[in-house]
């Protein structure tokens, strides 16, 4: 069975302090993994797809990594602004477009 | 352009009613999926339709159904509405179907079954 984890469950970091989000998947034929971010009681908001293993990403503090069984998401300096929940969802190749997402990683950023 | 709209934000709902909700793509896009999102977990794959065709199913009971319109927005019906039913509904559109086409998401109708 397609499985998504995500790691920690949650993260509290100092604004300053960097740190990774971790998104593992044991999917068949993975044709693209997605991060969105999600503020609560509001719709994911896209961040990056990457389509295939040693593809790296970047936007402001974030930064997007891929390999064949993991992504990261490495948070810079994070800010105040960047605490919110973070979504891993991945494509594989039987099934469309279709989602499967992780349970999400929720960060808060301490000023 | 507008992004993904839904309507409406809120709605409580009695036990054993039927609800529609209500979801417009961006401009261009011709496909449209619903996500359930349950609090404190991540969002759940219901349908998919691309071409006013269903290109998709989840595992959910026959209560939910959906439909596609030829201006390519869609609605999400439930009937029977089950106090489990109480979530986040959110819709996402894409340019195409298959496989490496980015979705992006509506900002959700928050549906309370009491």
């Known amino acids: 069975e397609d499985q998504v984890t995500q790691s920690p469950e949650a993260l509290r970091l100092q604004e300053g302090e960097s740190s990774s989000l971790n998104c593992s998947y044991t999917v068949s034929g993975l044709r693209g993994l997605f991060w969105y971010r999600q503020d609560p009681g509001k719709g994911p908001e896209f961040l990056f797809t990457l389509y295939s293993a040693g593809e790296e990403k970047e936007k402001e503090r974030l930064k997007a990594t891929l390999t064949k069984k993991e992504s990261f998401l490495h948070i810079t300096a994070p800010k105040p602004e960047d605490s919110a929940t973070y979504l891993c969802?991945?494509?594989?190749?039987?099934?469309?477009?279709?989602?499967?997402f992780g349970t999400g990683t929720s960060l808060t950023v301490i000023p | 352009d507008a992004g993904v709209t839904q309507s409406p934000t809120h709605l409580i709902k009695t036990r054993g009613q039927q609800v529609t909700l209500r979801c417009s793509p961006i401009s261009g896009h011709k496909s449209v999926s619903w996500y359930q999102q349950v609090l404190g977990q991540g969002p759940q794959f219901i349908f998919q339709y691309y071409e006013k065709e269903e290109r998709g199913r989840g595992n959910f009971p026959d209560r939910f159904s959906a439909r596609q319109f030829p201006n390519y927005s869609s609605e999400l019906n439930v009937n029977a509405l089950l106090l489990g039913d109480s979530a986040l509904y959110l819709c996402?559109?894409?340019?195409?179907?298959?496989?490496?086409?980015?979705?992006?998401f509506g900002q959700g109708t928050r549906l309370t079954v009491v």
């Open positions: 969802a991945v494509q594989a190749a039987n099934t469309g477009n279709q989602f499967y």
């Open positions: 996402a559109s894409s340019r195409a179907w298959g496989a490496n086409t980015e979705a992006f």
